[in-house]
């Protein structure tokens, strides 16, 4: 049974960081995964994926700001995220393909299969 479990979220002020986790078990950690967000009245949107190749993509809205990650041994997945603009606040879903993807394959438009619950990011001004 595949299990994703977000952690790390949390109520900052515009300008600060934080820190998601994304524990993976059942499943291959160097399979390709991704971070999405989701605000109140908006669609679902992506904002980083990480390759079994290491390679990465982020959407512009967070490029130079947040940093995804993995470290296969603790089977985890990360999100770094610097500079936060009022505009990051939603819930932060971890995403996970049942597939070894790499370079380009490995995109914010792949169709993942499992999900985690979600972790809420909310960023005062």
């Known amino acids: 049974q595949v299990q994703l479990v977000e952690s790390g979220g949390g109520s900052v002020q515009a300008g600060g960081s934080l820190r998601l986790s994304c524990e993976v078990s059942?499943?291959?950690?160097?399979?390709?995964m991704a971070w999405f967000r989701q605000a109140p009245g908006k669609e679902r949107e992506g904002v980083a994926s990480?390759?079994?190749?290491?390679?990465?993509t982020y959407a512009d809205s967070v490029k130079g700001r947040f940093t995804i990650s993995k470290d296969t041994a603790k089977s985890t997945l990360y999100l770094q995220l610097n500079n936060l603009k009022p505009e990051d606040t939603a819930m932060y879903y971890c995403?996970?393909?049942?597939?070894?993807?790499?370079?380009?394959?490995?995109?914010?438009?792949?169709?993942?299969?499992?999900w985690g619950q979600g972790t809420q990011v909310t960023v005062s001004s």
């Open positions: 990480s390759g079994s190749d290491g390679s990465t």
């Open positions: 059942g499943i291959n950690s160097r399979n390709c």
């Open positions: 995403a996970a393909s049942p597939l070894l993807l790499a370079g380009p394959w490995c995109n914010l438009r792949h169709d993942y299969g499992y």
